[in-house]
């Protein structure tokens, strides 16, 4: 919240929503859109794999690129500001290199979406959106599909 002449108004405020090409990450950057307004900014994060081959990493670069494309024509359609970030995973996780991002923005919420593992597979397999509510330093929301 912030004053203006004397009058209450509500900052604008950035999002993050990680997106890839699951029907889950389209759930949330659809939670992002309806919770969002106009002057809000909506970051929209694809993370890809930092494969070593080069036919992958043009592969997993143009889908990266596809998909931010796709979203960012999406956010027009709904009159909001979107600015798509392609990373590629560090040494780290897709978790921690979504959290990192976030934090070096300062970032109000982010918004992630769950495929709904089990407790057991979540163990095994780990979780982003696990990771992500435990160690980011903002708002975390996790859309159920």
Known sequence: WGRRRGLLFEMSKNYVVAIDTSTYAEKAFEYAVAHSRPEDTIYLVNVRSNHTEADQIELSKDRAIATLARYEALCKTQSR??????????????????????????????????????????????????YCVTSCNCNVTVVKS
């Open 81 to 130: 500001n979107c600015k798509g970030v392609p990373l590629v995973r560090s040494k780290g996780t897709t978790g921690q290199d979504i959290c990192n991002f976030a934090e070096s923005l300062k970032i109000d919420s982010l918004i992630l979406g769950t495929r709904g593992l089990s407790q057991f597979k979540k163990m095994l397999m780990g979780s982003i959106s696990q």
